[in-house]
């Protein structure tokens, strides 16, 4: 059990820590030179919580299956399991497509020389950097209940 909680423990570490550093790559006003630059890091570090996510909430069940499965019913491990799935459906459903398309516009060699962000891709930007921290704060929620574990 002890390495149960080592592996649930490290994957929420490597499945949500990435999320606090979109914020900071994304910062409030970027060159699309700095955007393309920012685009090619996040994509690096977007792999990190595909895998320890996952395995996170995976190892987290297994635990509570192992420790009591009436944990369940207790507001921290629901609330922990509705913090995460609202994690991923803000990446899922406003991040990634904001992110897929700001690309698209970044790395068009059509736009190799552009100085500023259209007003379509500045949307596009706002989208993605709200979306990165509404999710950084609701994965500050989901700490929270895991290591206070109110009743």
Known sequence: M????????LSAIIGVGPTYFFPALLRPSLSPADL???LTISQRLARYPQVG?????VSGIALVCLIDTH??????????????VAVQVV???????????LA???FDPSNADAKTLTPVAEGLYRR?????VVASVLGTGLF???ILKPA
């Open 2 to 9: 002890a390495l149960l909680i080592v592996i649930h423990v």
């Open 36 to 38: 393309r630059g920012a």
């Open 53 to 57: 996510g996952p395995l996170a909430v």
């Open 71 to 84: 944990l369940f019913s207790r507001i921290w491990v629901a609330g922990s399991l509705a913090l995460f």
């Open 91 to 101: 990446i899922v459903a406003f991040a990634v497509p904001a992110t897929k398309k």
């Open 104 to 106: 698209a516009w970044a």
């Open 128 to 132: 993605l950097r709200t979306a990165h």
């Open 144 to 146: 929270a209940l895991m």
